[in-house]
């Protein structure tokens, strides 16, 4: 299983970004795909979440109304729109896959947002 992010960078605070995973060596109907980010000094927490099947989504509370999950399932790829974007939300963001019976066990490189005030 290989997951490859691509998307990160700077930004100031209010702006948007578009993060990327594309997912490969999975049959993504039996799987979910999320999004984590871990900041300096902190514990790696959920972001969002999708069920390749389907579409349903999950987000943390921090998040919600301004970050959207989605996924092209032509390009087995997942995206996070991410928009009004705090500096809060500066972190290394990571892609996750998890078969639907267990946990996120894939994971990507990461990629690093910066949001500037």
């Known amino acids: 299983v290989q997951l490859v992010e691509s998307g990160g960078g700077l930004v100031q605070a209010g702006g948007s970004l578009r993060l990327s995973c594309a997912a490969s060596?999975?049959?993504?109907?039996?799987?979910?795909l999320g999004w984590f980010r871990q900041a300096p000094g902190k514990e790696r927490e959920f972001v969002a979440g999708?069920?390749?099947?389907?579409?349903?989504?999950s987000y943390a509370d921090s998040v919600k109304g301004r970050f959207t999950i989605s996924r092209d399932i032509a390009k087995n790829t997942v995206f996070l729109q991410m928009n009004s974007l705090k500096r809060e939300d500066t972190a290394v963001y990571s892609c996750?896959?998890?078969?639907?019976?267990?946990?996120?066990?894939?994971w990507g490189q990461g990629t690093q947002v910066t949001v500037s005030s």
């Open positions: 996750a896959a998890g078969h639907l019976s267990f946990q996120y066990e894939y």
């Open positions: 060596g999975v049959t993504l109907p039996y799987y979910r």
């Open positions: 999708i069920i390749w099947s389907g579409g349903s989504t």
